[in-house]
């Protein structure tokens, strides 16, 4: 079946102006999260919803990021004044439980010049 | 805290070779562990995962990755290594987390195979 889709792939915007990033999960997958890997280094967790559940924001690194998701549908992360050290991947995982596995997207790199 | 070590940022073994990554975490609990290949301007893809039972556990690719509570490490090996291994390579741990599991990530071991 379709696996986690993200859109777009790639994303260029200059520094100071919102983007917004996509994620669609694999459907009847419950809980969705968000990882951001910048370059060379390993994978950041910044937010987790399930279902209706009020999402886990711990790992959002400053107040300008932000997102949403309605119900086990899609979600839009969104960088509000971006600044050239938000330049990274942005990876969104879809949960499989049982047995507890998270299915990756390809990811949205995102450039801030 | 939770935390996931893996020791070779870069490692580079000639095709037909053994291969063995290393992967040490800390968590306090029975944990969850996991390995996942990401190739360049991919997103991750998952190669095996333990959760309990036989400590010997077999993924895709031909690789295989054996959990050691002794010395709470989690290596991934294959017995010989393709040049379409070449990828790097991250170990996680799930931790819990206010009723749900959040992935800790090691900082990836990039894998380099020559021919």
């Known amino acids: 079946g379709a696996g986690v889709s993200q859109s777009p792939s790639n994303k260029v915007t200059e520094k100071g102006k919102d983007v917004e990033l996509r994620c669609d999960p694999i459907?009847?997958?419950?809980?969705l999260y968000w990882y951001r890997q910048r370059l060379g280094q390993g994978l950041e967790f910044l937010i987790y919803?399930?279902?209706?559940?009020?999402?886990?924001k711990s790992g959002l690194p400053s107040d300008r990021f932000s997102a949403e998701r309605t119900g086990e549908s899609v979600s839009t992360l969104t960088i509000q004044r971006t600044q050239q050290e938000d330049s990274a991947v942005y990876l969104c995982?879809?949960?499989?439980?049982?047995?507890?596995?998270?299915?990756f997207g390809p990811g949205t790199r995102l450039t801030v010049l | 805290a939770q935390s996931v070590t893996q020791p070779d940022i870069h490692i580079t073994v000639s095709e037909g070779a053994s291969l063995e990554l290393r992967c040490n975490y800390s968590?306090?609990?029975?944990?969850?562990l996991f390995w996942y290949v990401q190739s360049p301007g991919q997103g991750l893809q998952l190669l095996l995962k333990?959760?309990?039972?036989?400590?010997l556990v077999q993924g895709i690719k031909g690789f295989e990755a054996e959990f050691k509570r002794s010395q709470s490490s989690f290596n991934l090996r294959k017995p010989s290594v393709h040049w379409s291994d070449a990828a790097e390579y991250f170990c996680?741990?799930?931790?819990?987390?206010?009723?749900?599991?959040?992935?800790?990530f090691g900082a990836g071991t990039r894998l380099a195979v020559h021919p």
């Open positions: 996680a741990v799930a931790a819990r987390t206010g009723g749900y599991n959040k992935l800790i």
């Open positions: 995982a879809s949960l499989e439980a049982p047995p507890d596995t998270q299915y």
């Open positions: 333990y959760f309990s039972g036989d400590t």
């Open positions: 919803f399930q279902g209706n559940s009020a999402p886990d």
């Open positions: 968590y306090g609990a029975t944990p969850y």
């Open positions: 459907s009847g997958h419950t809980a």
